[in-house]
Protein backbone atom coordinates (compact mmCIF):
# COMPACT_ATOMS: atom_id res chain seq x y z
CA UNK A 1 0.00 0.00 0.00
CA UNK A 2 1.42 3.53 -1.03
CA UNK A 3 2.28 5.74 1.89
CA UNK A 4 0.19 8.85 2.12
CA UNK A 5 1.98 11.94 2.87
CA UNK A 6 0.25 15.49 3.75
CA UNK A 7 1.71 19.11 4.37
CA UNK A 8 1.59 19.14 8.03
CA UNK A 9 4.79 21.26 8.60
CA UNK A 10 2.98 24.92 9.21
CA UNK A 11 1.49 25.00 12.41
CA UNK A 12 -0.63 27.94 11.90
CA UNK A 13 -2.41 26.51 8.41
CA UNK A 14 -2.65 23.68 10.32
CA UNK A 15 -3.90 24.33 13.81
CA UNK A 16 -6.42 26.16 10.97
CA UNK A 17 -7.21 23.03 9.37
CA UNK A 18 -7.53 21.33 12.31
CA UNK A 19 -10.16 23.61 13.90
CA UNK A 20 -11.81 23.80 10.81
CA UNK A 21 -12.42 20.17 10.42
CA UNK A 22 -13.27 19.53 13.92
CA UNK A 23 -15.74 22.23 14.13
CA UNK A 24 -17.47 21.05 11.17
CA UNK A 25 -17.80 17.60 12.45
CA UNK A 26 -19.43 17.99 15.62
CA UNK A 27 -18.78 15.68 18.24
CA UNK A 28 -22.02 15.20 20.41
CA UNK A 29 -20.94 15.72 23.53
CA UNK A 30 -24.36 16.45 24.83
CA UNK A 31 -25.86 13.83 23.42
CA UNK A 32 -23.16 11.35 24.82
CA UNK A 33 -24.09 12.64 28.30
CA UNK A 34 -27.59 13.01 28.63
CA UNK A 35 -27.57 9.13 27.43
CA UNK A 36 -25.24 8.17 30.38
CA UNK A 37 -27.27 10.67 32.86
CA UNK A 38 -30.55 8.55 31.46
CA UNK A 39 -28.79 5.03 32.58
CA UNK A 40 -27.63 6.38 35.46
CA UNK A 41 -31.68 7.26 36.17
CA UNK A 42 -31.73 3.51 35.89
CA UNK A 43 -29.05 2.04 38.40
CA UNK A 44 -26.43 2.29 35.88
CA UNK A 45 -23.26 4.07 36.52
CA UNK A 46 -20.62 5.09 33.63
CA UNK A 47 -17.38 6.15 35.00
CA UNK A 48 -16.23 9.30 32.82
CA UNK A 49 -12.73 11.06 31.77
CA UNK A 50 -11.58 14.16 29.80
CA UNK A 51 -8.22 13.68 28.07
CA UNK A 52 -6.30 15.76 25.58
CA UNK A 53 -5.26 14.40 22.30
CA UNK A 54 -2.30 16.92 22.35
CA UNK A 55 -0.10 17.45 18.64
CA UNK A 56 3.31 18.87 19.59
CA UNK A 57 5.50 21.30 17.01
CA UNK A 58 8.85 21.29 17.43
CA UNK A 59 11.47 24.60 16.80
CA UNK A 60 13.35 22.31 14.44
CA UNK A 61 10.21 22.25 12.16
CA UNK A 62 9.71 18.45 12.44
CA UNK A 63 6.67 16.94 11.46
CA UNK A 64 4.26 17.19 14.10
CA UNK A 65 3.19 14.45 16.62
CA UNK A 66 1.38 13.59 19.02
CA UNK A 67 2.21 14.22 23.13
CA UNK A 68 1.41 10.47 24.50
CA UNK A 69 1.96 9.65 28.36
CA UNK A 70 3.76 6.01 29.18
CA UNK A 71 1.83 4.91 32.40
CA UNK A 72 4.44 3.97 35.20
CA UNK A 73 4.78 0.77 37.38
CA UNK A 74 2.62 2.44 39.90
CA UNK A 75 -0.92 2.55 38.06
CA UNK A 76 -2.57 -0.23 36.49
CA UNK A 77 -1.92 -0.80 33.13
CA UNK A 78 1.57 0.26 33.47
CA UNK A 79 3.78 0.37 30.00
CA UNK A 80 0.40 1.45 27.97
CA UNK A 81 0.29 4.70 26.14
CA UNK A 82 -1.94 7.66 26.72
CA UNK A 83 -3.74 10.89 26.13
CA UNK A 84 -3.07 12.86 29.65
CA UNK A 85 -6.18 12.63 31.81
CA UNK A 86 -8.79 11.48 34.16
CA UNK A 87 -11.91 12.00 35.82
CA UNK A 88 -13.84 15.79 36.29
CA UNK A 89 -13.75 17.85 39.56
CA UNK A 90 -15.70 20.64 41.14
CA UNK A 91 -13.05 22.73 40.36
CA UNK A 92 -12.60 21.43 36.39
CA UNK A 93 -16.84 22.31 36.61
CA UNK A 94 -15.87 25.69 37.88
CA UNK A 95 -12.99 26.33 35.55
CA UNK A 96 -15.20 24.95 32.61
CA UNK A 97 -18.20 27.53 33.60
CA UNK A 98 -15.28 30.70 32.39
CA UNK A 99 -14.48 28.41 29.32
CA UNK A 100 -17.73 28.78 28.36
CA UNK A 101 -18.46 31.96 28.95
CA UNK A 102 -15.07 32.90 27.16
CA UNK A 103 -13.19 34.38 30.40
CA UNK A 104 -10.59 32.11 31.07
CA UNK A 105 -7.31 33.87 30.74
CA UNK A 106 -5.68 30.22 30.64
CA UNK A 107 -7.65 28.43 27.73
CA UNK A 108 -7.17 30.08 24.23
CA UNK A 109 -7.05 28.35 20.57
CA UNK A 110 -8.89 28.34 17.16
CA UNK A 111 -11.11 25.59 18.40
CA UNK A 112 -12.90 28.30 20.69
CA UNK A 113 -14.26 30.69 18.10
CA UNK A 114 -15.82 27.65 15.79
CA UNK A 115 -17.20 26.44 19.19
CA UNK A 116 -18.56 29.45 20.54
CA UNK A 117 -20.08 30.01 16.87
CA UNK A 118 -21.44 26.30 16.21
CA UNK A 119 -22.67 24.81 19.68
CA UNK A 120 -25.74 25.17 21.12
CA UNK A 121 -25.49 25.80 25.86
CA UNK A 122 -25.43 22.18 26.57
CA UNK A 123 -23.10 21.25 23.71
CA UNK A 124 -20.85 24.02 24.98
CA UNK A 125 -21.04 23.44 28.91
CA UNK A 126 -20.18 19.51 28.65
CA UNK A 127 -17.46 20.41 26.10
CA UNK A 128 -15.88 23.19 28.09
CA UNK A 129 -16.02 20.68 31.37
CA UNK A 130 -14.03 17.94 30.17
CA UNK A 131 -11.42 20.17 28.62
CA UNK A 132 -10.82 21.83 31.58
CA UNK A 133 -10.12 18.64 32.83
CA UNK A 134 -8.10 17.35 30.38
CA UNK A 135 -6.01 20.60 30.80
CA UNK A 136 -5.66 20.15 34.57
CA UNK A 137 -4.45 16.34 34.68
CA UNK A 138 -2.34 17.42 31.42
CA UNK A 139 -0.74 19.83 33.62
CA UNK A 140 -0.36 17.79 37.32
CA UNK A 141 0.78 14.66 34.36
CA UNK A 142 3.63 16.17 32.67
CA UNK A 143 4.26 19.95 33.96
CA UNK A 144 2.57 21.56 30.85
CA UNK A 145 1.22 24.61 31.36
CA UNK A 146 -2.59 25.08 30.27
CA UNK A 147 -1.86 28.98 28.58
CA UNK A 148 0.92 27.07 26.59
CA UNK A 149 -2.02 24.78 24.42
CA UNK A 150 -4.34 25.63 22.11
CA UNK A 151 -7.79 24.25 21.92
CA UNK A 152 -8.53 22.82 18.50
CA UNK A 153 -11.77 21.51 18.83
CA UNK A 154 -13.18 17.95 20.46
CA UNK A 155 -13.20 14.37 18.86
CA UNK A 156 -16.26 11.90 19.74
CA UNK A 157 -16.89 10.33 22.68
CA UNK A 158 -15.44 6.74 22.76
CA UNK A 159 -16.96 4.04 25.38
CA UNK A 160 -15.25 0.95 26.71
CA UNK A 161 -18.16 -0.82 27.76
CA UNK A 162 -16.50 -3.64 30.22
CA UNK A 163 -15.58 -0.91 32.29
CA UNK A 164 -18.41 1.41 31.20
CA UNK A 165 -16.53 4.11 30.95
CA UNK A 166 -16.55 7.07 28.06
CA UNK A 167 -13.45 9.14 27.40
CA UNK A 168 -14.23 13.23 26.04
CA UNK A 169 -11.44 13.43 23.75
CA UNK A 170 -10.09 16.96 22.99
CA UNK A 171 -7.66 18.14 20.90
CA UNK A 172 -5.34 20.67 21.42
CA UNK A 173 -1.94 22.16 20.10
CA UNK A 174 1.35 22.96 21.53
CA UNK A 175 4.67 24.90 20.52
CA UNK A 176 8.48 24.59 21.14
CA UNK A 177 10.22 23.00 23.75
CA UNK A 178 8.41 20.64 25.62
CA UNK A 179 9.70 20.85 29.05
CA UNK A 180 8.21 18.68 31.23
CA UNK A 181 8.18 17.95 34.45
CA UNK A 182 6.28 14.51 34.95
CA UNK A 183 4.89 13.04 38.24
CA UNK A 184 4.35 9.72 39.53
CA UNK A 185 1.80 8.69 37.14
CA UNK A 186 4.23 8.59 34.24
CA UNK A 187 7.44 7.12 33.12
CA UNK A 188 7.92 8.89 30.09
CA UNK A 189 6.46 11.03 27.48
CA UNK A 190 6.18 9.17 23.79
CA UNK A 191 5.82 11.19 20.39
CA UNK A 192 3.65 9.75 17.64
CA UNK A 193 4.32 11.50 14.57
CA UNK A 194 1.49 11.97 12.40
CA UNK A 195 3.53 10.65 9.50
CA UNK A 196 3.75 7.25 11.34
CA UNK A 197 0.29 7.17 11.74
CA UNK A 198 0.23 7.76 7.62
CA UNK A 199 1.93 4.80 7.27
CA UNK A 200 1.21 1.05 6.59
CA UNK A 201 4.33 -0.40 7.61
CA UNK A 202 3.91 0.12 11.25
CA UNK A 203 0.40 -1.25 11.59
CA UNK A 204 0.54 -4.66 13.24
CA UNK A 205 -1.94 -7.00 15.38
CA UNK A 206 -0.68 -7.32 18.98
CA UNK A 207 -1.33 -10.40 20.46
CA UNK A 208 -1.74 -10.77 24.06
CA UNK A 209 -1.27 -13.75 26.59
CA UNK A 210 -3.69 -13.31 28.88
CA UNK A 211 -4.74 -15.02 32.26
CA UNK A 212 -7.18 -17.96 31.66
CA UNK A 213 -9.92 -16.63 33.94
CA UNK A 214 -10.15 -13.56 31.99
CA UNK A 215 -10.38 -15.42 28.87
CA UNK A 216 -12.69 -17.20 30.06
CA UNK A 217 -15.09 -14.15 31.37
CA UNK A 218 -14.43 -12.33 27.93
CA UNK A 219 -15.40 -15.66 26.14
CA UNK A 220 -12.45 -14.69 23.56
CA UNK A 221 -9.64 -17.08 23.75
CA UNK A 222 -7.29 -14.88 21.47
CA UNK A 223 -6.82 -10.99 22.35
CA UNK A 224 -5.71 -10.08 19.22
CA UNK A 225 -6.35 -6.08 18.13
CA UNK A 226 -4.73 -3.96 15.48
CA UNK A 227 -1.63 -1.73 17.39
CA UNK A 228 0.87 0.62 15.73
CA UNK A 229 5.01 0.09 16.14
CA UNK A 230 6.47 3.09 17.17
CA UNK A 231 10.41 3.32 17.94
CA UNK A 232 11.89 6.18 19.12
CA UNK A 233 15.65 6.92 20.61
CA UNK A 234 14.45 5.06 23.90
CA UNK A 235 13.00 1.86 22.51
CA UNK A 236 10.21 0.58 21.07
CA UNK A 237 6.33 1.19 22.04
CA UNK A 238 2.78 -0.49 20.43
CA UNK A 239 -0.12 2.02 20.93
CA UNK A 240 -3.19 0.31 20.80
CA UNK A 241 -6.24 0.24 22.72
CA UNK A 242 -9.00 3.51 22.96
CA UNK A 243 -5.77 5.84 22.69
CA UNK A 244 -5.33 4.45 19.56
CA UNK A 245 -9.29 4.27 17.96
CA UNK A 246 -8.78 7.90 19.62
CA UNK A 247 -6.12 9.41 17.38
CA UNK A 248 -7.49 6.89 14.35
CA UNK A 249 -10.71 9.20 15.02
CA UNK A 250 -8.95 12.21 14.64
CA UNK A 251 -6.64 11.20 11.25
CA UNK A 252 -10.19 9.95 9.77
CA UNK A 253 -11.78 13.07 10.76
CA UNK A 254 -8.86 15.79 9.62
CA UNK A 255 -7.33 13.62 7.01
CA UNK A 256 -9.79 11.17 5.78
CA UNK A 257 -7.36 8.42 6.64
CA UNK A 258 -8.41 5.08 7.57
CA UNK A 259 -6.72 2.02 9.34
CA UNK A 260 -4.86 -0.02 6.71
CA UNK A 261 -6.20 -3.74 6.17
CA UNK A 262 -3.59 -5.21 8.31
CA UNK A 263 -1.81 -8.99 6.88
CA UNK A 264 -2.85 -11.66 9.24
CA UNK A 265 0.84 -12.66 10.06
CA UNK A 266 1.84 -9.36 10.73
CA UNK A 267 1.64 -10.63 14.70
CA UNK A 268 3.54 -8.94 17.75
CA UNK A 269 3.43 -11.30 20.69
CA UNK A 270 2.95 -10.23 24.02
CA UNK A 271 2.98 -10.68 27.78
CA UNK A 272 1.08 -9.12 30.08
CA UNK A 273 2.87 -8.18 32.47
CA UNK A 274 2.34 -9.50 36.07
CA UNK A 275 0.87 -6.12 37.72
CA UNK A 276 -1.03 -5.42 34.58
CA UNK A 277 -4.85 -7.03 35.76
CA UNK A 278 -4.27 -6.10 39.45
CA UNK A 279 -6.47 -6.01 42.59
CA UNK A 280 -9.81 -3.95 41.63
CA UNK A 281 -9.01 -2.95 38.20
CA UNK A 282 -9.04 -6.51 36.90
CA UNK A 283 -12.48 -7.43 39.47
CA UNK A 284 -13.93 -4.56 37.45
CA UNK A 285 -12.67 -5.75 33.97
CA UNK A 286 -13.57 -9.56 34.37
CA UNK A 287 -17.39 -8.24 36.39
CA UNK A 288 -17.64 -6.20 33.10
CA UNK A 289 -16.75 -9.12 30.53
CA UNK A 290 -19.43 -10.99 32.08
CA UNK A 291 -22.22 -8.18 32.15
CA UNK A 292 -21.85 -8.14 28.53
CA UNK A 293 -22.13 -12.12 28.02
CA UNK A 294 -25.22 -12.44 29.48
CA UNK A 295 -26.85 -9.34 27.22
Same mark, same amino acid.
Given at each position: ? @? *????????? !? &?? @????? =? *???????? %?????? !???????????? %??????????????????????? @??????????????????????????? +??? *??????????????????????? !? @?????????? $???????????????? &??????????????????????? $???????????????????? =?????? &????? +????? /???? /???? $????????????? #??????????????????????????? +?? #?????????? =???????? %?????? *?????????????
Amino acid at each position: M @K *KIKFNTQDP !E &DF @KELVA =K *KLGDFQPN %FLGRHE !EIEKEKKNGVRH %FTSGVILLIHFSENGKAPGFVLT @KRSKRVVQPGDLSCPGGHISFIDRLHG +FFI *KKGLSPLVRGMGLEAWRESRVGG !E @KRIAADYLAC $ALRETAEETGLPMRRI &DYLGSLPPYGLMSFRRVIFPSVG $AISGDLKERLNWEVERIVSV =KIDEML &DPENY +FWIDF /DVPE /DLKK $ASNREKWKFPALL #IDDAEGREILWGATFYIILSFMWIVFN +FS #IPEIPQDKVI =KKEIPENY %FTGGFR *KLLKAGFEREGKK
